[in-house]
């Protein structure tokens, strides 16, 4: 079953404009990541951010969480062609023992 | 430091048969976890392996069985193979469980005619 559900499918957006993505879950977590999947390939993990954080910064990404709204975003400043890819967050399952992801946010930056 | 690495990186088998894929860990890692990522969807976890046990399982069938070798090295094995098999499979490394970051591989593509 899913845990995390990404807001929108799809997006398109320009260079240099930003990009925000939005994830729900339904269960209580320890933390919630974000992973970048380029053309089916494997992830790469983007940032963590834990329950007793409300925003997180790395280079160009800024990640908020709201553990009341059990929701996350994830905002991506200047994009550039290269950040097209598919962005998937991850919680933990009850066990810890897998990490659970959403369906994806498909972002496309033309040029 | 040694990145996750996988084996082969495309596959074509057909129904019934059995399939083998492989994984090498990141460096220094002792936990390896396997995914199942059908096309359009998130991945979907099979299961985990930490020191040589299974840590886990997802609603996978047993057909679907695994190894983890004392390097940490691990296989994926997948008996019987239907056609909604086809997929791509992500084998990821890290410290601890889940519940920490997760290094992937660039998976292995199964295609099953």
């Known amino acids: 079953s899913q845990q995390g559900e990404e807001d929108p499918q799809a997006l398109s957006i320009q260079e240099g404009e930003n990009a925000t993505m939005n994830c729900s879950y339904k269960?209580?977590?320890?933390?919630l990541q974000w992973y970048r999947q380029n053309s089916g390939r494997g992830l790469v993990h983007l940032i963590l951010?834990?329950?007793?954080?409300r925003e997180k910064h790395s280079g160009r990404l800024r990640v908020t969480l709201d553990t009341s709204k059990k929701s996350s975003s994830l905002l991506i400043t200047a994009s550039r062609a290269a950040d097209t890819a598919s962005y998937f967050c991850?919680?933990?399952?009850?066990?810890?023992?897998?990490?659970?992801f959403g369906k994806g946010t498909t972002l496309s930056v033309s040029s | 430091e040694t990145g996750v690495t996988q084996s082969p990186t495309h596959l074509i088998k057909t129904r019934g048969q059995q399939v083998t894929l492989r994984c090498s860990s990141q460096?220094?890692?002792?936990?390896v976890s396997w995914y199942q990522q059908a096309l359009g969807q998130g991945p979907q976890f099979i299961f985990q392996?930490?020191?040589?046990?299974?840590?886990g399982r997802g609603n996978f069938p047993p057909r679907f069985s695994g190894l983890q070798f004392p390097n940490y090295s691990s296989e994926l094995n997948v008996n019987a193979l239907e056609l909604d098999d086809s997929a791509l499979y992500l084998c990821?490394?890290?410290?601890?469980?889940?519940?920490?970051?997760?290094?992937f591989g660039p998976g292995t593509r199964l295609l099953v005619l």
């Open positions: 392996y930490y020191r040589e046990e299974e840590n």
């Open positions: 460096s220094g890692h002792n936990t």
């Open positions: 991850a919680t933990g399952n009850q066990a810890g023992t897998a990490l659970i």
């Open positions: 951010i834990r329950s007793n954080e």
């Open positions: 990821a490394s890290s410290l601890r469980q889940a519940q920490e970051t997760q290094y």
């Open positions: 269960t209580s977590i320890n933390n």
